[in-house]
């Protein structure tokens, strides 16, 4: 599977923002879809997590009721909708593949998504 993530750009605070990844192969629908994202001099942090067969969300707390993600599995793409957004949210954010399943602990886990797309960089100005 190979990833692209793509629409980063400059915003000001409290603006909105989507991010796309796109996803080649037949089998995208198999893998769950995370989002990760890494400011500079920082740890990549996990964003959240999309489930392949019922789409199922979970989000961690720094952006849990204003980021969103979803998938379109015809297509084969997954989208990550940031509202409210903060200068704190300014990273690279990065999508990510994952075969195995995973639970609440588990699922931020960077070591456990087999694959990985190039970033996009997100700009938040205050």
């Known amino acids: 599977v190979q990833l692209q993530a793509s629409g980063g750009g400059l915003v000001q605070a409290g603006d909105s923002l989507r991010l796309s990844c796109a996803a080649s192969g037949r089998t995208f629908s198999r893998y769950a879809m995370g989002w990760f994202r890494q400011a500079p001099g920082k740890e990549r942090e996990f964003v959240g997590i999309i489930t392949g067969s019922d789409s199922s969300t979970y989000y961690a707390d720094s952006v849990k009721g204003r980021f969103t993600i979803s998938r379109d599995n015809v297509k084969n793409m997954v989208y990550l909708q940031m509202n409210s957004l903060k200068p704190e949210d300014t990273a690279v954010y990065h999508c990510?593949?994952?075969?195995?399943?995973?639970?609440?602990?588990?699922?931020?886990?960077?070591?456990?998504?087999?694959?990985w797309g190039q970033g996009t960089l997100v700009t938040v100005s205050s």
């Open positions: 990510a593949a994952r075969s195995k399943g995973f639970t609440m602990v588990t699922m931020s886990r960077v070591y456990e998504y087999d694959y």
